[in-house]
């Protein structure tokens, strides 16, 4: 029988859950520098887009950066992570450089996609981070999938499949889900429900108590952080997942609330279906950079000489960034057919006959 995390718990304080209580000061100051390097690269990226160094689009993660951070803190060696087109800040919370990051938004070669997928597209296997997917929803089924596998091969993992809130409408998502419940598959499903599902309301879009709670119809136990801006609450709820996941092969859908400051894209003219005040309110009330090192100041975690260090930092290496990319070379002609089809960079272990590409 599903059910939500806490109902049946004492009540909840994310600050004192185990997975917070034993984190030493250097691993605070981590999670603090990994925030402010987002929201660095993220202003950084924003500035280039504007000045025509960067085409397609450009999804930002200015305000949920406790997410990305959170959830990859609480990661094991095999926990696996794949996500949407918002995906800047997974990329650099898994280890990826901001260069490569910055290069695949120029579209150089020395991009991590090579300069082929542009910013829906980041990927880095080696950092067990699958993308990076631009079909609203089409990265859920792969993530039951890369969870089926770890099952499949006796691993004690999961993979966190992220996406928004736009997406949990989606028909593939709730086939996800149905069979993540029938095989019970390691799997945590995380919506980052930043309240609007491109420029529509979650309340125009979706007809539910709660965007987690439908994994109930599926007997999946699901929970909700209910202040995505706390990245005490994210690990703490994330790390039960991960729990469940590793112990006893069992999916979960998680639900962050969270709150984007740009629009869907930077194209996207957001101030149609918000206020600037709103916007302007939370920024005030709840920026997660702010609320964390307010937090960790008091507690002597922080001074005002390393804030102002760590942020001094975070803005020198989204610079460096910048020229990295803007030095680096574009992909060449021949390069188009390349990591295309595995038999094509595999010459020798072709089978197949006939045409693989038609020029």
């Known amino acids: 029988m599903s059910k939500k995390f806490d109902e049946e718990d004492p009540p909840y304080n994310a600050r004192q859950a185990p997975i917070n209580t034993k984190l030493e000061k250097n691993e605070l100051i981590k999670l603090y520098r990994d925030m402010v390097r987002i929201r660095r690269f993220e202003e950084r990226c924003l500035r280039a887009y504007q000045s025509g160094k960067i085409g397609g689009f450009l999804h930002l993660y200015i305000g949920q950066e406790p997410v990305a951070v959170g959830c990859v803190s609480v990661m094991g060696e095999n926990d696996h992570i794949i996500t949407a087109y918002r995906d800047h800040g997974h990329a650099l919370a898994v280890g990826m450089s901001m260069n490569e990051c910055m290069a695949e938004l120029y579209g150089k070669y020395t991009g991590c996609s090579k300069g082929k997928g542009g910013s829906m597209h980041y990927f880095d296997p080696t950092r067990n981070f699958w993308g990076g997917h631009g079909i609203v929803g089409g990265q859920v089924p792969l993530g039951a999938g890369i969870a089926y596998a770890l099952k499949f091969k006796g691993l004690k993992g999961s993979c966190m499949t ?118 302007e309110e939370y920024k005030k009330t709840r920026d997660p950079l702010m609320a964390f090192q307010n937090e960790l100041l008091s507690g002597k ?24 990319a803007e030095q680096s070379p574009f992909p060449t002609i021949e390069d188009i057919k390349k990591d295309v089809y595995w038999e094509t960079d595999n010459p020798a272990g072709r089978q197949s006959v006939g045409c693989l590409f038609f020029d």
């Open 162 to 279: 992220f996406m928004g809130d736009g997406a949990v409408n989606q028909g593939a998502v709730h086939e996800a889900y149905n069979i993540a419940a029938l095989w019970s598959l390691p799997v945590i499903f995380i919506i980052e429900n930043n309240g609007y599902s491109m420029g529509t309301s979650q309340a125009r879009s979706s007809a539910a108590l709660s965007l987690a709670q439908r994994g109930e119809a599926y007997g999946m136990n699901w929970d909700i952080v209910e202040n995505g801006s706390d990245i005490f609450e994210v690990r703490s709820k994330v790390a039960k997942a991960l729990e469940l996941a590793h112990e006893k092969s069992l999916p979960t859908v998680l639900e962050v609330r969270t709150y984007r400051y740009r629009g869907h894209s930077v194209s996207d003219p957001d101030t149609t279906y918000r206020e600037k005040t709103e916007v």
């Open 301 to 324: 975690v922080l001074t005002n000489e390393l804030v102002k260090s760590i942020d001094e930092a975070a803005r020198a290496e989204a610079e460096t960034s910048v020229q990295f």
